[in-house]
C-alpha cells in the first residue's frame, strides 16, 4: 500500500501564505506525477497544479503567479507554496501521486490521493 499523509492548511487573512506538504509512503517502487487538488463546497474538484518527476510544472490558470508546486523525490514529498491567498481560495486541497506500488513478484501503478487538508482564507 501506498498512503500519502498532507500538512500546513489552516486558517489565514487574504493575502497571506501557507505552505502545505504531502509525504508519500509504504511500497513505493517509483512516483510519476505528483499534484495537488481542490475541492471547494458544492463545486467538483480541481487541478491546482501538478509536477512531473523531472520537475516540469503546470498551473491552473486562476493560481498562476501566486503558487508554486515543487517536490523532493529522495522524500517522495510534494510541497505547495500559495502566496497571495484569495477567499475564493478556500478549499479542501488533496494530494495525488501517480506511483507504482511494489508488490510480492508485481508492481502496480494507479493513483493515490491522501485523506485532504482544510485551507480557508478569510476576507
Known amino acids: 500500500q501506498v498512503q500519502l499523509v498532507e500538512s500546513g492548511g489552516g486558517l489565514v487573512q487574504a493575502g497571506g501564505s501557507l505552505r502545505l506538504s504531502c509525504a508519500a509512503s509504504g511500497s513505493i517502487f517509483s512516483i510519476n506525477d505528483m499534484g495537488w487538488y481542490r475541492q471547494a463546497p458544492g463545486k467538483q474538484r480541481e487541478l491546482v497544479a501538478v509536477i512531473t518527476s523531472v520537475g516540469s510544472t503546470n498551473y491552473a490558470d486562476s493560481v498562476k503567479g501566486r503558487f508554486t508546486i515543487s517536490r523532493d523525490n529522495a522524500k517522495n514529498t510534494v510541497y505547495l507554496q500559495m502566496n497571495s491567498l484569495k477567499p475564493e481560495d478556500t478549499a479542501v486541497y488533496y494530494c495525488?501521486?501517480?506511483?507504482?506500488?511494489?508488490?510480492?513478484?508485481?508492481?502496480?501503478?494507479?493513483?493515490?490521493w491522501g485523506q485532504g487538508t482544510q485551507v480557508t482564507v478569510s476576507s
Open positions: 495525488n501521486a501517480d506511483a507504482v506500488e511494489r508488490r510480492p513478484g508485481s508492481y502496480y501503478l494507479r493513483d493515490y
